[in-house]
């Protein structure tokens, strides 16, 4: 974890970025926390949204318009070891078809763990047993076990990094051998934090060639803080993996510009996996009589943060702790509720990005991000809003068509579009939508 330091820098240099935004009118389980400086929260009095201007329209239930669930995305082979890549668009592959990884750091290791893992819609564990002091048998346990219950697993390939520059690269490339040939074995994770802890160069070089060259069928990463020089490490992994944990100290749009960093810092050549907050910093430092945050909007909010801005997948640190959502029972179920809705939406999470703008307009532009896709039978907007407040915005669906059926896949609130192709919606605080679009 953290120093606290570090976390007061990261304050400070947050309220700096404030003031300028605000001027802008238009077991081997991995610790992974960290923090970053985010964009300002608009301002409270300014940015309330009360009641909806006259001559437009907002939601109704007057039209024979509900949402349509897209076809299920196929789930990957577990019978053979898998060819894990990434495609043009940087989607994962297993076996050449696109696969989203959704799970966790530190899920526990036995049987009825995993089934409960599996039947609350993860697909993907970031933890094990160490190696390789008394061989390898007690990973390639671990995956089996795994690959039963249809888990895929990342994790450490040696319990020291140091193997790789001691050891005969002959030991190292025959203990991956006999760890690549299980079904569930997704990829390496090497390092924590580096521009943090500082590993040499000539180690997380050489960690990355040897993983490369002996498992190139299963990527490794290494998950790096924000408020650090991404680029130092960037290129000593397969695929880079980014951790802002902003809650209650920073504004929740830290996913937000720690996204936009990591994609500069790999210039669009690296998947990006999300590593989002799923403790309190107050629990975990001993302040049990604080709210919890993040609470079950605020972890809706950061995953779609995350998937609007292009991770390529999602595991939260972590699964269990006495300081994590699993704790707080309403606040798991709310964020099971959002996996399984992206569950329900893998396929369209999957689809590349659709080249449409719909000239979104809102009195603050930064506290509102969309996406747009398209499947067989729908246009899809993913929104986020990281306003505190309410705000309204309005989309330009002429494009599409007109007298088009658009719901909110979630809520099923339908908008009518005006006489200009336009639709008005409003967003309360922190509020996700999921719109879809569909012909009427």
């Not at 001559?55 to 349509?68: A, L, Q, Y």
């Not at 409960?116 to 390789?132: Q, R, V, W, Y």
């Not at 909110?408 to 192709?421: A, K, M, N, P, S």
């Amino acid at each position: 974890m953290r120093a606290f330091g570090t976390l007061i820098l990261a304050l400070l240099l947050a309220l700096a970025l404030f003031a300028c935004d605000a001027a802008d009118d238009s077991d081997s389980e991995f610790d992974a926390a960290s923090e970053t400086p985010a964009q300002d929260d608009d301002d409270a009095d300014d940015n309330e949204a009360t009641d909806e201007p006259a001559g437009r329209s907002g939601p109704t239930i007057e039209r024979d318009c509900e949402p349509v669930a897209p076809e299920p995305w196929p789930d990957p082979d577990f019978a053979d070891p898998a060819e894990v890549a990434f495609d043009d668009n940087l989607f994962f592959t297993v076996d050449d078809q696109r696969f989203f990884p959704l799970g966790y750091y530190g899920v526990p290791r036995d049987e009825e763990s995993l089934e409960t893992f599996k039947e609350e819609g993860f697909n993907i564990a970031l933890t094990g047993p160490g190696c390789c002091g008394s061989g390898t048998q007690p990973q390639i346990d671990w995956l089996r076990l795994a690959q039963q219950e249809e888990i895929f697993v990342i994790m450490h390939p040696w319990s020291s990094s140091n193997d790789v520059l001691t050891r005969p690269e002959e030991d190292l490339e025959q203990e991956l051998i006999e760890r690549n040939d299980v079904g569930s074995l997704f990829g390496w994770y090497t390092f924590d934090e580096p521009a943090l802890h500082r590993p040499s160069k000539e180690l997380t070089e050489r960690m990355h060639y040897i993983l490369s060259t002996y498992s190139a069928d299963h990527p490794d990463c290494l998950v790096e803080q924000t408020m650090d020089d991404f680029n130092l490490y960037v290129d000593d992994c397969a695929f880079f993996m980014i951790d802002p944990y902003p809650l209650p100290y920073m504004f929740i749009n830290m996913v937000k510009y720690s996204m936009l960093e990591a994609e500069m810092a790999t210039e669009g050549e690296k998947p990006i996996v999300g590593v989002m907050q799923s403790f309190s910093w107050e629990w975990y430092e001993g302040n049990w009589d604080a709210i919890f945050h993040p609470n079950g909007a605020e972890m809706r909010n950061m995953a779609w943060q995350f998937i609007i801005f292009g991770a390529r997948g999602l595991i939260p640190w972590k699964y269990t702790g006495d300081y994590t959502i699993h704790a707080v029972p309403d606040i798991w179920s709310d964020y099971l509720e959002t996996v399984a809705e992206m569950n329900e939406l893998m396929g369209v999470i999957l689809a590349d990005e659709a080249d449409i703008d719909l000239a979104a307009e809102t009195t603050f532009p930064n506290s509102l991000d969309y996406v747009v896709k398209q499947d067989e039978t729908a246009t899809w907007v993913f929104s986020v809003s990281t306003n505190e407040h309410g705000l309204y915005v309005e989309y330009d669906l002429s494009a599409l068509g007109d007298g088009l059926c658009v719901v909110d896949y979630t809520t099923g609130e339908i908008f009518e579009q005006d006489d200009d192709g336009k639709i008005r919606v409003k967003y309360d605080a922190l509020q996700v939508r999921v719109l879809e679009i569909m012909e009427n």
